[in-house]
């Protein structure tokens, strides 16, 4: 069971390596000059920190929600505006990130790029 537990991983990540050039998250397909590596890294590292600043804001207004719902008297209006300062906080972040690496990117990195834009989109 083992020996089959081991090969299936082994196979996984063996198949997963293949595609990895492929994937959106990986900019090696862009074949990025040097500095603009290092300027896409610096994005990258700006753009990990705001996630982390993200998700953690997603989870204290998630306390929220909670809060609106364990009430005696539900309040939509309430839970909207949490909805919609959470979405908002995750767009700027988006705008910030695309626009940082647009103005990096050539216009033939661009096109290639956007055929994985939807893989930056923030959840």
């Not at 020996?3 to 959106?24: K, R």
């Not at 705008?95 to 990117?105: A, G, R």
């Amino acid at each position: 069971m083992k020996f089959i537990l081991i090969f299936l991983l082994f196979l996984n990540v063996l198949l997963a390596s293949d595609h990895d050039h492929h994937h959106g998250k990986d900019l090696t397909f862009l074949e990025l000059d040097t500095t603009q590596e290092d300027k896409v890294k610096d994005i990258l590292r700006t753009y990990r920190k705001d996630i982390k600043k993200y998700r953690h804001y997603k989870e204290e207004m998630f306390e929220g929600k909670q809060d609106i719902f364990e009430n005696d008297i539900f309040d939509g209006v309430a839970l909207e505006k949490i909805n919609q300062q959470v979405s908002d906080f995750a767009i700027r972040i988006e705008t910030k990130f695309l626009s940082e690496v647009h103005q990096v990117l050539s216009k033939k990195q661009r096109k290639k790029f956007v055929s994985y834009i939807d893989d930056w989109e923030i959840e």
